[in-house]
């Protein structure tokens, strides 16, 4: 082990790639889309490899799998300027400083401003942006030069990630159905109005009862023309009373 130590502070050399390995989260500065950087799980990939050009006393850091450098955007020098990958430019913002630190570690810092590369926020996260600060000797400013084959011996900080699995069961545990109450709200059934459908019912069939009753009672004045007393004429029975006159 010490003599690994001894290798990690030696400079980094010419035609090898390193992986960047934070001391404080043990993922590694990885190349990501859209020319990103950010902290990923240190597995060895091309995108994790960097190579170390030397220009002076400064260094490019070239991604293997990209060909670009790791650049501050728009040459930031303020606290919180952050990093991505641009293609090389020779410019003082794409130039880095090795600063040996304790126990085998490094500290990157900006030509520039003079500021670490630094983890947003002291993340310990998958996904974590890089950006520079000042130096402020954080475990998350300090760095770890590792070649692909040594990342196998790193003890893994499984411990680290657990604690993050669980807050990510924690949400999970906040889906207790508790909706299902919301579905009483669907007895408002004001289905039970329907009763009033009888309403309509308001007796019209009566009403049309009532106007035939009203036809038939007009029929009754019919009944007055048969009681024409024509057959009452018994006068000309009358007439035969001069034969009776002569047989007088």
Known sequence: MPKKENSQLAAPQAGVYYAIVSAHSGKAVTAGVNNRLYMGEAAGGENQQWAFVPVGEWYKLVNRFTGDVADVILAGVENGAQLHQ???????????????????????????????????????EEGASLQIWEDLDGENQLWKLLEPAELAEQPAQAPAKKPASRAKKEPAAKQPAAKRPAAPKADKQPAAKKPAAPKADKQPAAKAAQKPAAKTGEKRPARKKAAAPKPEQPAPSQAKTPTEEGKG
């Open 86 to 124: 641009w293609e090389d430019l020779e410019a003082d913002n794409q130039l880095w400083a090795l600063e040996p630190a304790r126990e085998g570690l490094w500290k990157l810092k900006s030509k520039p401003s003079g500021k670490c590369l630094d983890v947003v926020g002291i993340s310990q």
